[in-house]
């Protein structure tokens, strides 16, 4: 499996932290329906949120490359003369 790294200076962590946790819900709805402490710690939810990010961007990627390689099946199919 491939591993990526991102390397974040110091000195503008703590605005990437707060940029990518901005929706951060402190207070979640916990198994009995009542409100509880999140238990995912911001680290994690910036994690979760770069892979979604992540995932996002292939799905996107290769819906893009199908439709286009889909358009060009059809194009080459309706061979009229």
Known sequence: MA???ITVP???AARVNNALS???P????GPEGLPIPNPQTKAQYVKQRVIQMI????RRYE???AAANAD????SEIALS
């Open 26 to 29: 402190a207070v979640v709805v």
């Open 63 to 65: 819906a893009s490359v």
């Open 72 to 75: 060009k099946a059809a194009e």
């Open 10 to 12: 110091d000195a503008i």
């Open 22 to 24: 901005r929706d951060y």
């Open 55 to 58: 995932q996002s961007e292939v």
């Open 3 to 5: 591993t990526i790294t």
